[in-house]
Nanobody, 116 residues
């Protein structure tokens, strides 16, 4: 299983970005997919996750109402739409996939930098 994140960029505060996580391998057995982030000097933290059917989502309190997670199972891709970005959203963003309720896979990350 391979996870490849994309869409990270430098953006001004108040702006928007959409991250993508392309999942390949074991299609049809990818269950919950989540986004996590890690800022320099900080622990990696949960951002959002979505279940296999795409109808159950959860968010960290710091992003709820600003970020939206979605998935297109036909494209094996999970998205994170980020609006009203703040400087504190600056971090490396990672995709995490639960495969067959047995394995956990991580992507290599994509950098999001929010400037004031």
């Amino acid at each position: 299983v391979q996870l490849v994140e994309s869409g990270g960029d430098l953006v001004q505060a108040g702006g928007s970005l959409r991250l993508s996580c392309a999942v390949s391998g074991m299609e049809g057995r990818i269950n919950t997919v989540g986004w996590y982030r890690q800022a320099p000097g900080k622990e990696r933290e949960f951002v959002a996750q979505i279940n296999s059917g795409g109808d159950i989502t959860s968010y960290a309190g710091s992003v709820r109402g600003r970020f939206t997670i979605s998935r297109d199972n036909a494209k094996n891709t999970v998205y994170l739409q980020m609006n009203s970005l703040k400087r504190e959203d600056t971090a490396e963003y990672y995709c995490r996939a639960d495969v067959a309720d047995i394995y956990i896979y991580w992507g290599r990350g994509t950098q999001v930098t929010v400037s004031s």
